[in-house]
């Protein structure tokens, strides 16, 4: 089935710890994005990245580090320096960078929660 | 982006036709409405885009004003499963700001039994 995965559904760190979450998309997509919602709020875009070994910082990417090393692979990781990580994050990626019509397709999400 | 502006929750009866509106009254000419929504703990799913036309597809119909300051998305015949909270974005349609959906805390659509 094609799809974007994420992976873990629940992740639980330590304060102070660098965490990855994992993406993975087989829609043969050029874009893929990270975002983060809080309760009640809507998304907020981390980083995203047009092509292999691109990516660009959206509204918020203090505290966040992105890698594109494959196409169907974008893992965000929290840093120590995130002063507030737990949240919900959704990967989502569109087909074509730049072509007008294209919409994004979401993963389930990772939730983390920071002890 | 244009900021849109959506009531932050309705009700709808199981069967009858939810009407979820959206104004954006900044809208600018290269802009695009689109709606998402997201059921509790899932990822967002897109549901339909348009630029100026009424437009329709096999989840809803996309109804927007002739001057473009709002839209209504239209779910038909809603049912349960429809429950959710109803995004209304606007997104330039090309250049670096078209890779952002800017979401704000939309529509919450409860469907009732």
């Known amino acids: 089935d094609g799809g974007i995965t994420q992976s873990p559904k629940y992740l639980f760190r330590k304060e102070g710890q660098n965490v990855t979450l994992s993406c993975e998309q087989n829609?043969?997509?050029?874009?893929m994005y990270w975002y983060r919602q809080d309760p009640g709020q809507g998304l907020r875009l981390i980083y995203y990245?047009?092509?292999?070994?691109?990516?660009q910082k959206g509204d918020i990417a203090e505290g966040y580090s992105v890698s594109r090393e494959k196409k169907e692979s974008f893992p965000l990781t929290v840093t120590s320096a995130q002063k507030n990580p737990t949240a919900f994050y959704l990967c989502?990626?569109?087909?074509?960078?730049?072509?007008?019509?294209?919409?994004?397709?979401f993963g389930p999400g990772t939730r983390l929660t920071v002890l | 982006d244009a900021k849109t502006t959506q009531p932050p929750s309705m009700d709808c009866a199981e069967g009858r036709a939810a009407n979820l509106p959206c104004n954006h009254s900044?809208?600018?000419?290269?802009?695009?409405v689109y709606w998402y929504r997201q059921i509790h703990s899932q990822g967002p799913q897109y549901i339909i885009h348009?630029?100026?036309n009424n437009e329709t597809n096999e989840m809803a119909s996309l109804i927007i004003t002739e001057d473009r300051k709002s839209s209504t998305l239209i779910l038909p015949h809603a049912t349960l499963r429809d429950t959710a909270v109803y995004y209304c974005?606007?997104?330039?349609?090309?250049?670096?700001?078209?890779?952002?959906?800017?979401f704000g805390k939309g529509t919450k659509l409860s469907v009732i039994p």
């Open positions: 989502a990626s569109s087909p074509l960078a730049g072509k007008v019509y294209n919409e994004q397709f």
């Open positions: 974005i606007v997104r330039v349609a090309s250049g670096a700001g078209s890779y952002q959906l800017t």
């Open positions: 990245s047009q092509i292999v070994n691109d990516f």
């Open positions: 348009g630029l100026k």
């Open positions: 900044t809208i600018s000419g290269n802009e695009y």
């Open positions: 829609l043969n997509h050029d874009a």
